[in-house]
């Protein structure tokens, strides 16, 4: 079974930064992408930024240079810096990953579990 937990969601000013990081973690083959997600109250879940196993990334257009998406490999882990923040990126910023595990009997199979999200929030 695989594992995607956040962290590093919080209150913060206008203008200020935030990092979030997600980790898979359990049996993993190999991990096509990871991306974060943001739902704000009231609205449909959006792409913020995602990275594939090539490190190529891509952005919503609203949070292009102000976001960064990394990964680290080795550790399953991706790590989204937010800079610039407005109040407009409040929301639960939810990591999804991409990936390759096996079965019990050794099969492999595709899956994407999401984490639990992390609330992040700016004030004005």
């Known amino acids: 079974q695989v594992q995607v937990v956040e962290s590093g969601g919080g209150l913060v000013q206008t203008g200020g930064s935030l990092r979030l990081s997600c980790v898979a973690s359990?049996?993993?083959?190999?991990?096509?992408?990871m991306a974060w997600y943001r739902q704000a109250p009231g609205k449909q879940r959006e792409l913020v930024a995602s990275i594939n196993s090539a490190n190529r990334t891509n952005y919503a257009g609203s949070v292009e240079g102000r976001f960064t998406i990394s990964g680290e490999k080795a550790k399953n882990t991706v790590h989204l810096q937010m800079n610039s923040l407005k109040p407009e990126d409040t929301a639960v910023y939810s990591c999804n990953a991409r990936l390759w595990t096996s079965s019990g009997g050794g099969a492999l199979y595709f899956t994407d579990p999401w984490g639990q999200g992390t609330q992040v929030t700016v004030s004005s």
């Open positions: 359990g049996t993993i083959f190999k991990i096509v992408s």
